[in-house]
């Protein structure tokens, strides 16, 4: 068993009993191995020990003001961070992940030792909140503890648990906001500023392609948009990424893996989500419509079928009534379909057969889904003015939808990707959904609210980019973990049309 540091008095004893675990995991993400791990995170603990006192007895740089100072985790990772760069300047750096060693001797480390005004914009708004503030926002996003027993460790009342939380968000928003306008920035920056405020404030606001183009290019910019947009998910990884710097999307998702190993595969249960359960309740209402609407089609196509199998007209005879069957339309089409049954696209996840019947609510196929994962729009089917796929005139052919897959980072049992569609037509909402084939599980997404079902996965639109105009692009990005094998995904649809992939 691995020595361990010895902690000299209650509180020492205290700060180890709450934190040993979080140095000890990014430690391990840091180095080449166990034993490397165990003696960086000692070290680190030990370091940041001094730098608490320090600050405590006001003895750290910057006496003669209230220093600012981060909570005792992100402290201590911190520490993590600052002693592995020891190592790598004393010759030890063999003992360090290859790819650290990589952005150690880069300027995105600098940015974190760098003088003030230069570091990442989570940091400076942490650093500038007190420290109980600090300290709730960060055990409840990034250490996923859940949210009653922090505000409870932090003397606050539980049953106010969700309104703290908010002011601390707003806090921390408006943190860093000032610390955004105290950046020095160019003047191409600084025109954006106003403009980046508001758009980040409302959730229903669309970014102007301008704007999009420049959060593209710039990376203090592209920092600040993340720290300021409150909705979408997105504030775990903009402030692990922003206040550890290397490997935060690694820590944020081993975090959440150490949360679900304590609480059970409910992960956060007591983290109310606002937004995400009336989102999920606008979706169980539109599902009913769905399944109400697909009846309904059904019961008329049942109906059609059997006037359409009686005799007419001298016919007299049995087994012509499919002769009589009109050849322009499909029993479940919608009125307006010109598409023979026959000559219908092998791809349609809309049309059914003639004698179909409702399919039970626990189906898997498309259209049945339980969570309305894959289910049309309720709209005629063979017509459609927000899906994927539309129609290509007379020559029979559709145009759908693109979609890339891209892989951006992965550690030995999670990954980080990004999905990126292209819609031929203009979209009110917009569902891609797609399949796993080695057992992956979608942890965490942004920009998009997911919902997993065995191997299927659906992103379903944020308020904020659910308009999509015909030939834009939109991207999204999510957290997820595998084991033995990471195929790419396969399956992509978009409002339940194939898509192109690469």
Known sequence: MPDLPTPKDAAEAALF????????????LCTSGSTAANQLAREAFALGIHEARAAEDGTARGAGRR???L???????????????????EGQGHKLDPDLRLWLNSDKAWRYSGPPLSRPIALRGLRDMGEADATLLWLAEVEALPLRSVVRRQGLDPDASVEELNAVRGLFRDRCHRNHLDTPMSAECRSYVRLLDAVTRSPGADTPDDLSRHLATCVECAEAAACLRLHGGGLPAALAGGVIGWGGLAYLERRRRAAEVRLGAGGRPDVPDAEGQAERAAAHRARLRRHGLLAAAVLVSGLALAASLMPFGGDGGTGTGAQNLPTDSSPVAGPGSGVPSSAAPKTSTSAQPSSASPAPSGSDTPGTGANGDEKPDPEPQGTS???????????????????????VNQWPDGFQASVTFTSPTALESWRVAWSFEDGQHVDQMWDASVAQR?????????DYNRSVTAGSTVTFGFLASWQDTNTAPSGFTLNGQECAGS
Do not use: K, M
Request: proline share 3%; charged share 20%; hydrophobic share 40%.
């Open 385 to 407: 003015s927000s899906t994927a796929g539309t129609g290509g005139g007379d020559s029979g052919h559709a145009t759908v939808c693109e979609v890339r897959y891209e892989l």
């Open 71 to 89: 909570p005792r985790i992100p402290l201590l990772l911190t520490a993590v961070r600052n002693t592995a760069a020891a190592w790598e300047a």
């Open 454 to 462: 065995g191997s299927r996965v659906t992103a379903t639109a944020a």
């Open 17 to 28: 009993s709450e934190c040993w675990d979080a140095v000890l995991s990014y430690a391990d």
């Open 67 to 69: 220093s600012s100072r």
